[in-house]
């Protein structure tokens, strides 16, 4: 029995899943390569359009990485290939083009998807078909809390980049809003900042909710304007992103703007031009000669710079290749090999 009064001690968790590190104990490694193979297909979820919005750079990473493994000798003499699967609905008959990857084209393992949703839809697969997927463009952190030790995530999760914007947002110590979409990838990063923001005694002066895909967003700028906001933090996606960022200036907010990482994207660089002059954002990617030289590959290709998600589609076929170069073709020993040489 405790006295009157007396307060409880704090909650221990019994297991916390961020700090454990799930892994694949079962069969399959002692498994014999096959034979008869002409070359080694590696899964794609994804749109495979190089002019596709939100995918096309992912795309032509992916492909691009691969043609450079080929050049190298591929696998013992055998031609790496890219193999795509995706529907403008992914969860309707995209997740069947993700079976049949799995299953009857017996990819060695998959890259994808492009966003949180699609990532969340090609783990379901892969847990069932015991098949490495490396999500190079998913920054949920659900994902990797789902019990799945086939998935792996090449981006830093929300829960570490929303404290980058957080600190940002509060150290000049003004009133700020937050302008946030309902779309899932921007309502996880706002849920993260959210707990920081709580963490830290503070809150934005309003916060707006608005729809994904929204065209106006003049009346959502006049009541920014109305706040007397010193700060506007933008969570959205890009095109998203770009149009409010541009509405927001063009209606005379002067203030600091402060964005996602989806600010980086280069859909939004180009739809917001002078606008984004000064945004600050948390950015997911090493300045390194690795990357100096891989940009500078992609745009003399492409005539287009590269984000940081086709930078890191492109390590993440890379990863993908070292890892099958080193276990062989083996389901089990190349996620075996993916563990091992991940930084």
């Not at 980058?164 to 309902?182: N, S």
């Not at 990063?189 to 909710?209: H, I, M, Q, S, V």
């Not at 907010?253 to 031009?273: C, D, I, K, T």
Request: with cysteine; charged share 20%.
């Amino acid at each position: 029995p405790q006295a009157f009064g007396q307060k409880d001690a704090p909650a221990q968790p019994y297991f916390e899943a961020r700090k454990q590190q799930i892994e694949y104990v079962g069969p399959g490694r002692e498994e014999p390569e096959p034979t008869g193979l002409h070359e080694v297909l590696i899964g794609y979820f994804g749109p495979s359009d190089p002019a596709h919005r939100e995918g096309g750079d992912l795309w032509r990473a992916v492909n691009l990485a691969i043609e450079e493994a080929n050049t190298e000798g591929g696998y013992r003499g055998l031609p790496f290939r890219v193999l795509p699967a995706w529907s403008a609905n992914p969860w309707g008959s995209g997740v069947s083009e993700l079976v049949r990857l799995a299953y009857s084209d017996r990819v060695w393992a998959i890259i994808g998807g492009i966003d949180g949703p699609s990532t969340h839809l090609a783990e379901q697969v892969v847990a069932k078909a015991r098949l490495v997927l490396i999500s190079p463009a998913s920054t949920d952190k659900t994902v990797n809390l789902a019990g799945v030790p086939w998935m792996f995530s090449a981006l830093p999760g929300d829960h570490l980049a929303a404290p980058v914007v957080g600190k940002a947002l509060l150290e000049p110590h003004e009133p700020f809003v937050i302008c946030a979409a309902t779309d899932h990838d921007s309502h996880m990063f706002l849920a993260e900042l959210r707990k920081f923001l709580a963490a830290n005694g503070a809150g934005p002066t309003f916060e707006y909710e608005f729809k994904a895909g929204t065209r106006d967003f003049s009346e959502l700028a006049e009541r920014v304007a109305e706040s007397k906001a010193g700060a506007v933090l933008v969570i959205a996606g890009p095109a998203d992103s770009a149009r409010l960022v541009a509405t927001l200036r063009q209606e005379g907010f002067s203030g600091r703007l402060l964005g996602g990482p989806w600010v980086a994207r280069r859909e939004f660089l180009q739809a917001v031009g002078d606008c984004a002059e000064g945004l600050l954002f948390p950015l997911l990617e090493d300045d390194s000669p690795d990357l100096q030289r891989f940009a500078k590959v992609f745009a003399a290709r492409f005539g287009v710079a590269p984000d940081y998600a086709a930078a890191q589609a492109y390590d993440s076929a890379r990863l993908l290749v070292a890892a099958i170069l080193r276990a062989g073709l083996k389901r089990v020993r190349i996620y075996d090999a993916v563990r091992e040489l991940s930084p």
